[in-house]
Every structure is written in structure tokens, then in C-alpha cells.
């Protein structure tokens, strides 16, 4: 009988051990997954900036392999992963760059934001360039100007005024001023949640590496004071900046924009120099 009980006990025990090792390792499998996303998506850009089509293509989705090798690519100087959106239980993935293009008639660099759809197929991820994320400027559209057509207001809502926005920002720009290259700093755009609704900030729409967002309340009550936190690290800036970035707000549908400008100055502040120490030998003359 006791044979048969410790029996039992081994059975049982080695089952449970061999379910938590599954979860484990299902576990691990997901961790590492962004990672092995990002690292997927900088070898494939690495090689597009290199104009190594064909090395790129390897990484595209079998199906638009070959209308890729044939398309023109434009020319960017860098790239810079900003954010990663899994979707479909983890079969797919948004992921946000922002790539650096220097503008050869104002010979400067500027930041383009793009969404790439990139999709798992047999445990690896391909970019799929015909399922195109919606963008920015879709959104825009559909929020703001596809509610009211152009040639197709009735004589009564042209009377009336533009509807005001549910989320009234105290100040849309902050001026930074004249900051010394390789600081970051701390920015806050205060707002009021105007509408009716609960609302939530659903999206940040950076467009560029050297924003990030500090927000830590994401929901906020009809009523409810609530405040944009980011942090500008200028140590990629150089000389004037004036850099947009936009907040999507659900499920209100409205998309705020908000501004920071400033100078970035490369030379270092002087330091006002110390008074030289005195050393007495304790000896008298």
C-alpha cells in the first residue's frame, strides 16, 4: 500500500514538474520575443542603408519578396526603433522608427517617423510591406476633415463654430530657450479633460529618438486636471529645434499637438575658478 502511495506521489510530482517547465519555457519564449523582433529589424535596416537589397529581402515576407527587390528605397542616414506594438497574440507587431535624412537644401538632418507591420511566420519575424499599420495622418483624416467633407457642409453647421477640443491644454509650446548640448530635460504640458467621458491617452506619436514619454497617469475622470510628462535629451540636437510631437486621446478621438523649440549650444560653460589654497609651513620670519 505504501509502495503504491509513494508511486503515486513520483507520478504526480513529475507531472507537475513537467507543466511548469512548459510554462517556463513558454514564458522565456515570449520574453525574448521583442527582443528577437528588434534584433530582426535592425539587420534589416542596417542592410537597407547599406543598399543591400538582396540581403534586405531576405527579411521581408515570401509573398512580396520579389516586388521589393524591384521597388527604390529611399536614402536615410540612421534609424532608431521607438516603439513596438504586439497584436494577434503575438503573431504580429507594429514597430515605430524614426529615421535621420539630411535635407541637402538646408543641409540639415531631420527626423521621419514610420509604422512597419512585421509578422511571425514559423518562429521568425518577416516585414510585410503590403499590410501597411495605419499612420498618423490617416487618423488625422478620419478624426478631423471625414466628419466634415469639404463641399459637403450643410448651410447649418457652417454656421456654427468649430467644435472646441475636450482636452484643453494650458500651454501647447514650451520654449526651452539657449541649453547646453548633452542635458535632458524634464517638460510638462498641463491639460483639463473637457468632455463628458472618461478619456485616455491611448498613443504618443514622437516622430523622433530624442523624446521619450515620463506620463504615469494614463486615465482621467470628466473634470480631471491631468499633465503630458517628457524628457528632450539634447545630445543628438544641434543648433534651433522646433520639434512637434501628438497625443491620441480615446475614445473622444482627438489628437493633440504639442510643440518644443529651443537652441542647443555645443560649448561648454565656463567655470568660475577656484580661489588658489594657501599652505603655511608654520615657520616664522
Do not use: C
Not at 5 to 29: D, P
Not at 51 to 71: C, G, H, L, M, P
Not at 184 to 189: D, E, G, N, Y
Not at 218 to 224: A, H, L, N, Q, Y
Amino acid at each position: 500500500m505504501n509502495r503504491q502511495v509513494r508511486f503515486t506521489r513520483l507520478l504526480l510530482t513529475l507531472i507537475a514538474g513537467i507543466i511548469f517547465f512548459a510554462f517556463y519555457l513558454t514564458g522565456w519564449s515570449q520574453d525574448k520575443t521583442p527582443e528577437k523582433l528588434n534584433q530582426r529589424v535592425t539587420e534589416f535596416y542596417t542592410a537597407l542603408r547599406a543598399n543591400q537589397i538582396e540581403k534586405a529581402a531576405q527579411y521581408v515576407i515570401e509573398k512580396a519578396r520579389d516586388s521589393f527587390k524591384t521597388q527604390s528605397h529611399g536614402r536615410f542616414l540612421g534609424f532608431e526603433i521607438t516603439h513596438v506594438e504586439m497584436e494577434q497574440g503575438g503573431q504580429s507587431a507594429i514597430v515605430e522608427l524614426s529615421f535621420t535624412v539630411l535635407i541637402p537644401t538646408i543641409f540639415r538632418q531631420v527626423f521621419i517617423p514610420d509604422r512597419t507591420r512585421w509578422k511571425l511566420v514559423s518562429g521568425e519575424w518577416f516585414y510585410d510591406p503590403e499590410d501597411i499599420p495605419p499612420q498618423l495622418g490617416e487618423k488625422m483624416k478620419e478624426y478631423y476633415f471625414d466628419k466634415h467633407p469639404a463641399g459637403n457642409v450643410k448651410s447649418s453647421q457652417a454656421k456654427n463654430p468649430a467644435t472646441a477640443s475636450q482636452v484643453l491644454f494650458e500651454r501647447d509650446l514650451i520654449n526651452v530657450g539657449l541649453v547646453q548640448r548633452g542635458k535632458v530635460l524634464s517638460l510638462h504640458f498641463p491639460f483639463t479633460n473637457k468632455s463628458s467621458k472618461e478619456i485616455k491617452i491611448e498613443e504618443f506619436y514622437f516622430r523622433a529618438p530624442f523624446l521619450k514619454s515620463t506620463t504615469t497617469k494614463t486615465v482621467f475622470k470628466p473634470g480631471e486636471k491631468g499633465e503630458i510628462s517628457v524628457d528632450l535629451d539634447t545630445s543628438v540636437l544641434v543648433r534651433e529645434f522646433d520639434h512637434s510631437f501628438f497625443v491620441e486621446f480615446q475614445p473622444i478621438k482627438e489628437i493633440a499637438s504639442l510643440r518644443i523649440k529651443g537652441q542647443v549650444s555645443a560649448k561648454q560653460k565656463a567655470e568660475t575658478p577656484k580661489p588658489a589654497s594657501r599652505s603655511f609651513s608654520g615657520r616664522t620670519r
